[in-house]
Structure formats: C-alpha cells, structure tokens
C-alpha cells in the first residue's frame, strides 16, 4: 500500500504528468495497432513498451537489458534484415534491372532532409533524421545508433517516426501522387513481359550486390550483407528450412523484442521535447520528397524514351515493403480497371529496399 | 535543447554538398548494380541456353 502511495505521488510530482502523457501516446500506438492495422507487430509492442517505462519507479529494468543487447550493437535490425532478404523476391528487378533507377531516385528525400536537418541540429542528428525518409525501421535504427549513440536524446523519436511513417504509406503517398501527376500520365499502362531469369542469376545477385556496394560504401556492408545473406538462403534451393525459419519464426521473433525494446527511448523526458515534433515533421518531408524524386525521375525518363512509364511507379522507390508497391498497383487500378502494375511497382519497390541500404552506408561513410 | 539557438543557415547550405554527393553516389551504385545484373543475366541465359541444346542433342543420340 505503501509503495502504490508512493508511486502515485511521484505521478504528480517532477513532471509527472509527462509520464501520463506518455502512457497517452503508447494507448494511441496500440489503437493505431489494433483498430486501424497500421504495422500491429511494431506499433503494439512499442505502445506496450511506451507505458511501460513510463511507470515511475521502472528505471533499469529488463527492457533497458535488451536495449544494450540487441540495440546498442545493432544486433537485433541486422537479424531482422536476414528474415527480411529470405522474404524478398528479386525477380521482378532481375527481369527487368533498369527498374533499379526509381529506387536511387526515391532516395532523395533523405539527402535533402539530412541538409534541411542541419539548419536546427548538429549533422550527425541531421543525417539520422534525414534517414527517416527510407521508410525502413531497421536501417534507421542502425544509422541512429552509429551516429548517435545511446545517450542521444532523438534516437526514440527517430525510431518512432521511421516505424510509423512505415505504417502510414497508403495514407500519406496517394495525394502526393495525385498531386504531381496528371489524370493521362495514371492512365498509362505499362505491359509487363516476364523474362526468363536462370537460378544462377537469382544466386549470383544477391553475392554481387553485396561485393559492388561493400566496395563502393563499405558502412553498408552490414545491413546489405545480411539482407543478401538472407535472399542467397531462399534463392539457394538446398536450405529451404532455414529459409522458412528466417522469414517467419526469426523475422516475427525479432520483431517482438524490436517493437518493445525501441520503447525504451521512449521515456516522458527524452520524447516530450519540441525537437521530436521537428522530427516529425522533417520525416514527413523526406518521405514526401522521396516519394517526389522517384516520380519526377519517370516523369523525365518519359520525354526522351519512346517506351511511357507511368510515372506512378516511381513512387513506390521507398524502402516501405510491399505497401508502397501495393498502393501504386491500387491507384493504378481505380483509374483503370485493366492496369496492372503490380510487378512494376513491386521491382520499384524491392529496388527502393536495396537503394534504401546503400543510402544509410552511404550517410555512415560521409559522417564516420 | 534549443533549436532556435542552434538555428544555423549557413549549415544547410554547407551540407548541401552531401545532397549532391549522396545522389550521384547512389545512382552510381545502382548503375554499376543494373549493369552487372545485365550482364549476369545475358551469360546465364547464353549458358542455359547451351547447356539445353546439348541436352537435347543428347537425348537424340
């Protein structure tokens, strides 16, 4: 009775109130999780977490434990990303390579955040808000906790925004879309003709992306290496079991001590500060402006080639799998019914995934 | 932290370099990565190729 006197004391004193604040913001997580499934395996548990270290007397607990365990050294994103690379199918990119360019191009946002950024933060803080615009929590984590550390007071609203964002793609890229294309240039239909792409070539591309950009941005040699080393496990055909483990049992076992162990930087007096909100905000913009970059780059391929891409396509070059892919395919198909542009998207959207990486290599390379 | 104490112009344009930098990097990576995956595509397919007509030059043997 003594220690609940006491802890709800606490609540009103020392800014407690932060604290309940707090609590607000992880019920908002879980509902966002739960009643509108926006990224339930991320937003829950890091709703859950929110509240969590969010009770006064909760200070070194066991998250704090996992947070140095597989946080700090990056070790639990760099897992994920092996369930992540056995969960990908190169082959629509592999079929058609020059799909490749919308990723690169959708990766703008991020350069231009990361100089926005500075005018506010120092440019470590800068480059690691800049990264928000991937879309791609792991990344974002890795890039955040090299540059930043973990006594940085941002890293939490970093993490927070990249994973939400994830979330919020189909609700956040279609007016960006509708905005910058036109009603003719969404109606353009793109014939997808599958080519033959040989096992080799499904086994050699995942060695050779990991060889050309470990020596051109050797800092992104990690989260590259292990996206690779789990496409090679499902593209190999002799270990289909550890495969399946990869993409399933170990990518959702991770994710559950991701999403809970993010929340640790969730604390009232690190997130409760007006830097999070401009966070938020020059997030937003680097997702904007990525989404911008991959569609302006169409929209030029388009005056010189013979061949019309719909520019829509170029949108889905963020890291945000397979959302971002599916939301083009779905604006394609409500202006017309008959066009398909799932495989497209899908390539534009898995290049976006390996751009996305050789982004974060390439801001670590320029900061370390 | 104070951002409107740490509000600087001057850094965004000096880190402006780092925009054009990052982009052309990334293109060119993605371009060595297109070619090399063309590259790659049109000797399996060559090989494949092969390795299909001897099979059935085999089989009429």
């Known amino acids: 009775m003594e220690i609940l006197y006491e802890n709800v004391l606490l609540l009103f004193r020392d800014g407690g109130w932060q604290r309940v604040v707090m609590w607000l913001i992880g019920a908002l997580l879980i509902y966002l999780a739960i009643k509108k499934d926006m990224e339930p395996t991320l937003l829950l548990p890091m709703g859950f977490g929110a509240i969590v270290v969010n009770i006064p007397a909760v200070y070194e607990g066991a998250l704090s434990t996992l947070f140095r365990a597989g946080i700090s050294n990056e070790l639990f994103p760099l897992i994920l990303f092996i369930g992540i690379g056995a969960m990908i199918d190169f082959g629509p990119i592999l079929s058609n390579p020059k799909l490749m360019i919308f990723g690169a191009a959708a990766q703008f946002g991020i350069f231009f955040t990361l100089s926005l950024a500075a005018m506010f933060f120092t440019l470590p803080e800068a480059a690691s808000i800049g990264i928000i615009g991937a879309a791609d929590g792991p990344t974002a984590i890795v890039v955040a906790q090299k540059l930043l550390g973990d006594s940085s007071t941002i890293t939490g609203a970093i993490m927070v925004a990249a994973y939400s964002y994830m979330a919020l793609v189909p609700v956040i890229q279609p007016p960006i879309i509708k905005l910058m294309t036109t009603k003719k240039e969404r109606l353009i239909r793109m014939p997808y003709k599958a080519a033959n792409v040989s096992k080799t070539t499904r086994i050699l591309f995942p060695i050779i992306i990991t060889v050309v950009a470990g020596l051109v941005a050797p800092e992104s040699i990690d989260l590259l290496g292990f996206l690779m080393f789990g496409n090679l496990l499902r593209e190999c055909g002799v270990l289909n079991s550890l495969s399946e483990t990869a993409q399933k049992v170990l990518a959702n076992l991770v994710t559950i001590f991701l999403g809970i162990t993010v929340a640790t930087q969730m604390t009232a007096d690190k997130f409760l500060q007006p830097a999070t909100l401009l966070i938020l905000g020059l997030g937003l913009f680097a997702f904007i402006f990525d989404t911008a970059g991959g569609i302006l780059v169409a929209k030029l391929i388009n005056i010189f080639s013979k061949e019309k891409i719909n520019p829509m396509i170029g949108a889905a070059g963020i890291s945000a799998f397979p959302m971002s892919g599916r939301v083009v395919h779905k604006m394609g198909l409500k202006e017309d019914p008959q066009n398909f542009l799932l495989m497209h998207s899908i390539g534009v959207n898995v290049s976006g995934q390996i751009a996305s990486v050789i982004a974060g290599g390439l801001i670590l390379s320029f900061m370390l | ?61």
């Open chain 2, 1 to 61: 932290m104070n951002l409107l104490e740490n509000f600087s112009l001057e850094r965004f344009v000096s880190s402006l370099r780092y925009m054009w930098q990052g982009m052309i990097c990334i293109f060119v990576v993605i371009g060595v990565i297109i070619l090399a995956t063309i590259l790659m595509n049109t000797l399996c397919n060559k090989a494949d190729e092969k390795r299909l007509q001897k099979d059935n030059e085999n089989e009429q043997e």
